[in-house]
């Protein structure tokens, strides 16, 4: 089977997630498009809800000169799942190439061969730059058999102040190897909830010593910079379907938080998927 570790390309620190610009006839959302392209950063892509792709071809259209490299959500449960997601992308966003393809489902497909060889000629055509595991806690199991095959560039998962979704031993093995690995959700929102919205979970009540300890200016630098500190992320993705929100997150300090802080973060997430 191919492998296609190796050859990530280097991310900006922050990612802009698309899940908060759905809405095509909504043009503060191709605004907001907009603005993260004149910022330069990489965009993470799936088309939530049939409407983030029609944004996003609306916003390349106007400023084809900062198209931005684009992570983008593709099926990888079967070959030709494989072939009608890349076309579906490249025409319905006007991209001409994918940057990193996010290949999602992958422990469920069948014909995991024929998928790798169809991976190698998608790359070897330059319409695909690189690869990487769209991963959900269930999939750790797998996530450790394809980083000891070499098989993907990365891995892409919940990863903030809130969740970690892959298991203990999974991570852990990722960490050793220095493996790449993009961090989603920058704010939180599945298991863990949104570390900014839900003031009176559990989880931010036990995160709230640690983010006292950090120093940060406000709770949303403190989402970023964890995240950031961890020597194996490439990059944390965040959505957001607002302009001032936006500039918040792509403005604040990205500096590593100190040693003790994420090594207390991290215990927190030792902790809470061990009682999963």
Not at 138 to 153: G, K, L, M, N, Q
Not at 185 to 196: H, Q, W
Not at 207 to 231: I, K, N, T
Request: with cysteine.
């Amino acid at each position: 089977m191919p492998s296609f570790a190796g050859s990530l390309p280097t991310l900006t620190p922050r990612t802009m997630g698309t899940g908060g610009i759905t809405d095509p006839s909504n043009l503060a959302c191709v605004r907001i498009a907009r603005a993260a392209m004149d910022a330069g950063v990489w965009f993470h892509v799936a088309d939530y809800g049939g409407g983030v792709y029609a944004v996003l071809k609306q916003a390349f259209a106007e400023d084809l000169a900062h198209m931005p490299p684009c992570i983008v959500k593709i099926d990888g449960i079967t070959v030709q799942g494989f072939h009608d997601s890349v076309a579906d992308c490249l025409r319905r966003t006007g991209l001409e190439r994918i940057a990193i393809g996010q290949v999602c489902g992958y422990p469920l497909c069948e014909e995991k061969e024929a998928l790798a060889e169809a991976l190698a000629e998608m790359r070897t055509r330059g319409v695909i730059g690189s690869y990487i595991m769209d991963v959900i806690f269930p999939y750790s199991a797998a996530v450790r058999e394809a980083v000891a095959a070499h098989i993907f560039d990365g891995y892409i998962f919940y990863l903030n102040v809130m969740e970690r979704e892959l298991s203990n031993a999974a991570y852990a093995q990722l960490v050793a190897d220095g493996t790449p690995i993009l961090a989603m959700r920058t704010f939180g929102g599945r298991d863990g909830a949104n570390y900014l919205k839900n003031a009176d979970h559990p989880r931010r009540a036990a995160l709230e010593p640690l983010y006292r300890q950090s120093g940060c200016a406000d709770r949303l630098e403190f989402c970023v910079r964890f995240p950031l500190s961890l020597p194996t992320v490439c990059t944390t993705i965040g959505s957001t379907g607002s302009p001032e929100n936006l500039q918040a997150f792509l403005s604040v300090d990205t500096a590593p938080l100190d040693a003790d802080v994420v090594a207390g973060i991290e215990a927190l997430h030792g902790q809470w998927n061990a009682e999963r």
